[in-house]
């Protein structure tokens, strides 16, 4: 049997989705339970991560397992210049699975090309996160008690945001409307635009950040501006406060919407927006433990 991997949402059809959904859901409502007892799970992460690495070490730790990993590449042998695939042969000789986040697009795939162990992108570059997708898609169903026709308005940084990326793929399977809102340098890059194009799915470009589009809107998903994705850091100077999300502006929005953000944040969302119902940001982080627990046994075939 060939060794199942998380690279990309693309490598999951809705049934795969909708499975890890339903698990997700049981381990919430059981999270404590010894399915990786005599596992090791090594964690990998050669770029900065509080939510991600943490949450999956938390599954990890709910269900038995055991971490190995580094959280700072700059303490490990890759300092001395060895190369990514040699340390996923080494990594892969010590651990039954792999999570790993990496600064470089593709190195996922790369990894997964090399590891004898099951692969799960926690992260490359500006490209995907598919394991925040499955968290995000977990949050908008609990939110909403639906994942079909409903309107998404991603908000910000939509170039360089790999979790609205890989969160447009997977939504694509239940028949969405989209509103981008970015200023030009961070538009949703062509390949997902045409992504649409080709399904057929409604999607309506905005420059500005108007109470209009957010009274339309379902689901809120707000992002950071990714500074440590910028070659010229006046270019990010430009856009970095470009949109801020405040309370005032959710008045007249569905009683339904949910405000999501994947987090971090930095000011893109007012502290005034916290206490509000409609917030939930928090929760959706407290989501990816679940979500994570299901990925974890989905590619290592438990339950
Ligand atoms: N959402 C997310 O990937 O957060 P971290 O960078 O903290 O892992």
Do not use: W
């Amino acid at each position: 049997m060939s060794t199942k991997h998380l690279v990309s949402i693309k490598d999951y059809t809705k049934e795969d989705i909708l499975r890890v959904l339903q698990e997700a859901e049981e381990f919430e409502k059981n999270p404590n339970q010894r399915l990786l007892e005599g596992k090791v799970v090594a964690t990998l992460f050669f770029e900065p991560s509080t939510r991600t690495r943490l949450s999956f070490e938390t599954a990890v730790n709910r269900l038995g397992g055991r971490i190995i990993g580094f959280s700072d590449a700059s303490t490990t042998s890759s300092s001395k210049g060895e190369t990514l695939k040699d340390t996923i042969k080494m990594v892969s000789n010590y651990a039954d699975l792999i999570i790993m986040r990496h600064h470089l697009e593709g190195a996922a795939r790369y990894a997964s090309e090399i590891s004898d162990v099951p692969i799960v992108n926690a992260g490359d570059g500006a490209n995907q996160h598919p394991s925040q997708t499955m968290l995000d898609l977990y949050s908008i169903y609990k939110t909403q008690g639906t994942l079909d026709n409903l309107t998404i308005t991603m908000v910000g940084d939509l170039k360089f945001g790999r979790t609205v990326h890989s969160l447009l793929i997977a939504l694509a399977h239940f028949k969405p409307t989209f509103h981008f809102v970015a200023p030009k340098l961070l538009a949703m890059p062509e390949e997902y635009i045409n992504f649409c194009k080709k399904r057929n799915i409604p999607y309506y470009e905005h420059e500005d950040f108007t109470t209009e589009v957010i009274n339309q809107t379902d689901i809120l998903y707000m992002t950071r501006v990714q500074r440590e994705r910028f070659t010229d850091i006046m270019e990010y100077e430009k856009v970095k406060n470009v949109y801020i999300l405040n309370n005032a502006m959710l008045d007249k929005s569905k009683e339904t919407l949910r405000v999501l953000h994947p987090l971090p944040r930095v000011n893109e969302i007012s502290t005034d927006v916290d206490d509000n119902p409609k917030a939930y940001y928090f929760e959706q982080a407290r989501n990816g433990v679940f979500a994570r627990q299901a990925i974890i046994c989905d590619v290592l075939g438990i339950v």
